[in-house]
């Protein structure tokens, strides 16, 4: 008979999801500038429901997240190509227990400077 009945795989599999994620979500934000800067890239849908994020990619792999109050202005520009310029900041995400942090990079006061038009959008 076993010793224990808890099977750890769960709990380890779990901590591996959340690892994961926060590595993509935080992809190489080390070294992102910040103060007022323009980036050119897409606006992209990061992390799974209920938790999922708007977040600008750049075309050079970095991820900034996009605060809340700039979502609304921001309706039908996901997947095109733009030019934004923008401020960006450094913050740090903690879980509720404060076991766990991530820190990352987000933007604010959005302005698009260009947009191109997505193909699949026009008429050949």
């Known amino acids: 008979m076993r010793d224990s009945l808890f ?4 709990v380890l599999l779990f901590c591996a999801c959340i690892v994961l994620l926060l590595s993509f979500s935080c992809d190489s934000e080390g070294d992102a500038p910040l103060g007022r800067i323009v980036l050119t890239g897409r606006f992209v849908v990061v992390g799974n429901m209920p938790f999922a994020r708007l977040a600008f990619r750049t075309d050079d792999g970095k991820t900034y997240l996009v605060v809340r109050d700039e979502i609304g ?31 990352l ?11 191109d038009e997505d193909p699949s959008d026009t008429d050949p």
């Open 7 to 10: 099977n750890p795989f769960p």
């Open 73 to 103: 202005k921001l309706g039908g520009m996901q997947g095109k190509q733009v030019v934004i310029a923008c401020r960006a900041e450094r913050a740090v995400l903690e879980t509720p227990n404060r076991k766990r942090s991530a820190a």
């Open 105 to 115: 990079v987000i933007i604010r006061d959005i302005r698009i400077l260009r947009s």
